[in-house]
């Protein structure tokens, strides 16, 4: 059946009864917000009149904290009746009862998935999670992180150096949304804790989603399987570590290595499309990867790739014995002091996904960035060895992605500040994951947040190069 039909045979018995025929303006939709439900999580909708510049935001929380938002970027009002787009390519149409404040409808998909979705008039002051602090707070000054046991040492901005007035800035502007939705803030900065904010109902001992952050760890843990000998170099051919598919590859992999696979330059013939959307684990997505036909010249070319990545589950575990959250646990977390993370989503058959799939505490992800800074030495104890950190972090492709550089699943670039551009090496999660580290100020950023799909995943540099670094060019 069409998808107009599916959606008017759903939508009928949803829109039968809801009231008169009244003249709803988007005035009379803009206070508060409209409340629905999806499983566990919330859906807030809130409008905004032409002169905001945009039709609104889609607000989506669970357990207290709010997890993303997606713009509103078309609405329509004829009568009663509504219909808005989301940039997701989501619909939602339905009819307003301003007498009962409720709007009856449903969303469509772009997949074609349709289901009921009505909306309720709700307070936003009374949805935990949805603003980034409680609209009664003062407004934010500076206060020295807590320390906690086992920990990082705490210190302050006179010691380290940071000016106090450009962290208050920048920590009002990620209230602001200047940042889009920010979950946490963290600065080290001469080793020491400085600044430490977390928004939007999130915490210390959260665990979050570092994204593609994941694969600078799935870095880290090739280089301690060469430190150990488990991997003998890394100019050996990726398809000796599936050996029950490598007399399947086709022509050309013989000549595909793990430094292609660390270098996101492998040069297989994926679509773009599949090159970003295409995500797993586990035997089956191996065996996907390795029928794939080169289509240049290993180590030609720079070319963003989820799936490649993936390989690297198969690899540890051949190499190692130990699936890779294994192997991170005893070679990589334990000596970090990292007790918490989860690595089990997507996971098939004990194999953990690479591209994307770890979480962990935001101090936890700094000591990832620890490692980069001091050469790979946590409390002076080497737990990478200092060739392969400084390797990794090394540029070792160039990329076509903007100002950016590429190592072994690290990227490289500059950010402006009040002294000149400064190196960055940094690991990226889409949505605001960020661990950077800047080796000329002895500092490491973290980041977590939820802009996977409102375009401001890389808005929160902005804030930092102007506000932490003193950056005019960054106010732009």
């Known amino acids: 059946m069409p998808r107009f039909l599916l959606w008017a045979c759903m939508c009928l018995p949803l829109l039968a009864g809801c009231g008169g025929a009244e ?40 357990d207290g904290c709010k997890r993303s938002e997606v713009p509103i970027v078309t609405l329509s009002l004829d009568g009663n009746r509504i219909e808005f787009t989301m940039a997701t390519g989501v619909d939602y149409r339905g009819r307003v009862n301003l007498g009962d404040e409720v709007i009856r409808g449903g969303i469509a998909g772009p997949d074609g998935s349709l289901f009921e979705m009505d909306l309720k008039r709700v307070d936003a002051a009374s949805v935990p999670g949805l603003s980034a602090r409680p609209a009664e707070e003062a407004p934010y000054a500076w206060a020295q992180p807590i320390a ?73 843990l090739v280089g301690l399987a060469l430190e150990q000998g488990a991997i003998e170099n890394l100019d050996v051919p990726v398809v ?40 797993g684990t586990g035997p089956d997505l191996f065996r996907e990867v390795l029928s794939r036909r080169p289509a240049a010249e290993p180590g030609a070319k720079w070319r963003y790739i989820n799936a490649d990545v993936n390989l690297l589950a198969g690899v540890i575990k051949q190499a190692t014995g130990r699936h890779a959250d294994e192997f991170a646990s005893t070679e990589l977390f334990a000596p970090l002091g990292i007790t918490s993370f989860d690595w089990d989503y997507l996971e098939q058959d004990g194999y953990r996904s690479m591209d994307g799939s770890l979480r962990l505490r935001p101090r936890d992800m700094a000591r990832l960035g620890a490692l980069v800074l001091n050469g790979g030495k946590w409390n002076g104890r080497q737990v990478v060895s200092a060739e392969w950190m400084s390797k990794s972090t090394s540029l070792q492709i160039p990329t076509d992605d903007g100002p950016f550089g590429y190592g072994y699943l690290w990227w490289l670039t500059k950010l402006p500040s009040g002294t000149g551009a400064l190196d960055i090496v940094f690991a990226s999660g889409w949505g605001s994951q960020f661990i950077s580290v800047f080796p000329e100020l002895d500092m490491i950023v973290v980041t977590t947040g939820g802009n996977q799909d409102n375009g401001k995943n890389f808005a929160i540099s902005d804030l930092i190069s102007r506000h932490l670094l003193g950056s005019r060019t960054a106010d732009r």
């Open 23 to 62: 003249n709803v303006t988007i005035e009379t939709l803009t206070e508060g917000v409209w409340q629905g439900q999806g499983g566990p999580e919330l859906f807030l909708f809130e409008f905004d009149t032409p002169a905001a510049g945009h039709a609104g935001v889609v607000h989506t929380v669970a």
């Open 148 to 220: 906690v046991t086992g920990g990082w040492p705490v210190g302050t901005c006179v010691e380290a150096d940071l000016p106090r007035e450009g962290v208050d800035n920048l920590v009002q502007g990620i209230i602001a949304g200047e940042a889009g939705v920010l979950h946490s803030l963290l600065v080290i900065k001469g080793g020491e804790l400085v600044v430490e904010e977390y928004f939007h109902g999130y915490g210390r001992e959260t665990l979050h989603g570092i994204a593609s952050c994941t694969k600078s760890v799935s870095s880290l």
């Open 240 to 279: 000796g570590y599936f050996p029950t598919c490598a007399a399947d590859c086709p022509q050309g992999w013989e000549r595909i290595t793990l430094r292609h696979l660390l270098t996101m330059s492998m040069g297989l013939d994926w679509t773009d499309a599949e090159g970003i959307n295409l995500h």
